[in-house]
């Protein structure tokens, strides 16, 4: 693939990819460079699993957790523009992907050992060793946190467009590299979330346990261990067996880009002028389903450890919840993967994708809403046999049956809006990849505005996770509805090739 950029008469500055169709690699090279997105995603797993009642026991308050995850969304709203951008252009003699793969496997290390040891750390440099606020581990932590999020965001746009490389333009071999990709990051999320729901964990790394760090914080420091392990392992083998052709730089003619202007963010933000009608009305449906996704995906393990297990951060009660909300997040990844299969045989149907997505909004709206009747009846069940017993029974069950349920629309959200915008954009006669990124501003502004919202509106209604996840369960009504009046159904020929291409 060559780069050229090219300046055009009245014109916005752009950049342009020129493809030269490369030959495609073996199905092995595939399947090595698709296995990072386990080590990626195990990594993530823990951070939705464990980070938000690890940030309170190192003394912040749950209103302010959400702050912190405000990373994710920056980072991807930033750092993969940036780096798929330079990534086009690079030259080095290593390849244009894999530079940038391993720098970031080599951050998230660092990351890691920030996050771990941040207890430690801030007892070494002057913490208390009781329950109230740790200013310094929590700086510690905080910086660890949003270097992971960027590193993560370094590892995934390469690792895609590396795929996209290795295919060689081959339409049957970049829906294998797709689906490859999907399936190793289900793997991950099993193995993150069943990492994180196993209490002794820590007795593999005895050191793990200190006078800073209790149970807790030894056994996310050990899923951490393992975590680092798994992506370096898959990264070196990727790096050192699947080898790219270093690019020679095409030359450039003379820009109208200003000095030290990114041309990639020009681009993105100046195709919103003549974005069509099916981009605005897609993007404003998929703006609503995060809404919709975002608290939960931030506050599970934490509803499940204070208002269905009812207990406080650091209790027992609240850590055997928070370890059943792991088991639970497992259980959504394993309905997850088994629901893509669903949703890619679906999508060869295009009149029904409306249909569908409108049908999993509905009932992503029933189950957020579920989530006020569960806590109901673990707190009944707590008045009736004691606040230091855990849920009956069936209040389990049907908690981790909630979870096993938004396995499904999960499966939707990761599919259907990403093939809509190849099809619209392909009808409009935009680029794919700019669309993309257009798509992601939907995705992630809302997560910044529930990051900076959700601790303040809980509070505003007496605390907990219950406020957010009920205004998540009325924006996902509103995307279902807007989903099957507004949405258009895309055309049956294109619509199959984009199903058959394989957005996950």
């Not at 071999?173 to 196993?198: H, I, Q, R």
């Not at 406080?312 to 055997?320: C, H, I």
């Not at 009956?392 to 499966?411: C, E, M, S, W």
């Not at 529930?450 to 809980?458: E, L, R, Y």
Request: include cysteine; aromatic fraction near 10%.
């Amino acid at each position: 693939m060559e780069v050229a950029i090219e300046a055009k008469d009245n014109a916005a500055s752009s950049f342009q990819l020129q493809q030269s169709p490369p030959q495609a690699e073996p199905i092995w090279k595939i399947i090595l460079v698709a296995a990072i997105a386990a080590g990626v995603q195990f990594g993530w797993s823990l951070q939705l699993s464990l980070l938000t009642p690890y940030v309170q026991l190192l003394g912040i308050p749950h209103a302010w957790a959400a702050i912190i995850w405000l990373c994710g969304p920056i980072s991807g709203l930033l750092v993969q523009p940036i780096v798929g951008y330079y990534s086009d252009h690079c030259t080095s003699r290593f390849g244009r992907r894999r530079p940038f793969i391993g720098s970031g496997a080599g951050l998230v290390a660092v990351a890691v050992f920030l996050i771990g040891f941040a207890a430690d750390l801030g007892h070494a440099a002057g913490d208390s060793l009781g329950k109230g606020p740790k200013p310094r581990a929590i700086t510690v932590f905080v910086v660890g946190f949003w270097i992971l999020d960027v590193a993560n965001n370094m590892l995934q746009g390469p690792c895609r467009a590396f795929l996209a490389d290795l295919s060689g333009g081959n339409a049957r071999k970049m829906s294998t590299a797709n689906a490859l990709f999907s399936f190793f990051m289900a793997v991950g999320n099993v193995l993150g979330y069943a990492a994180g729901s196993y209490t002794h964990l820590y007795k593999v790394f005895p050191f793990s346990k200190t006078k800073a760090c209790d149970l807790y914080c030894a056994n996310l420091k050990s899923c951490f261990f393992i975590s680092v392990a798994l992506l370096l392992t898959m990264t070196i083998l990727a790096l050192t067996l699947v080898r790219e052709t270093a690019t020679v730089a095409a030359p450039k003619q003379p820009t109208t880009v200003k000095k030290g202007k990114i041309s990639v963010f020009g681009e993105l933000f100046g195709a919103l002028k003549d974005l069509p009608r099916t981009m605005w009305i897609l993007m404003l449906v998929t703006c609503l389903n995060w809404v919709a996704w975002f608290p939960f995906l931030l506050f599970d393990t934490d509803w499940m450890g204070k208002e269905v297990y009812g207990g406080n951060v650091g209790t027992k009660l609240y850590d055997q919840g928070v370890r059943a909300g792991a088991l639970g997040l497992m259980i959504n990844s394993i309905v997850l993967g088994f629901a893509s299969l669903g949703v890619q045989f679906l999508a060869r149907r295009p009149r029904q994708v409306k249909k569908l997505w409108g049908a999993v909004n509905f009932l992503l709206a029933v189950c957020l809403a579920m989530t006020v009747l569960i806590t109901k009846l673990a707190e009944r069940g707590r008045s009736s046999t004691g606040a230091t017993e855990s849920p009956l029974v069936g209040i389990k069950v049907g908690a981790l049956a909630l979870f096993a349920i938004l396995g499904i629309p999960l499966a939707v959200t990761y599919i259907i809006p990403f093939a809509l915008a190849s099809i619209f954009s392909s009808n409009s006669g935009s680029g794919q990849g700019l669309s993309l990124g257009v798509l992601n501003l939907a995705i992630v502004i809302p997560q910044m505005v529930v990051s900076v919202a959700s601790g303040p509106w809980n509070q505003l209604f007496g605390g907990g996770n219950l406020p957010a996840f009920v205004l998540g369960a009325a924006a996902a009504a509103v995307s279902g509805i807007l989903s099957l009046v507004m949405l258009p159904s895309p055309p049956d020929d294109v619509a199959t090739k984009a199903a058959v291409g394989g957005f996950h």
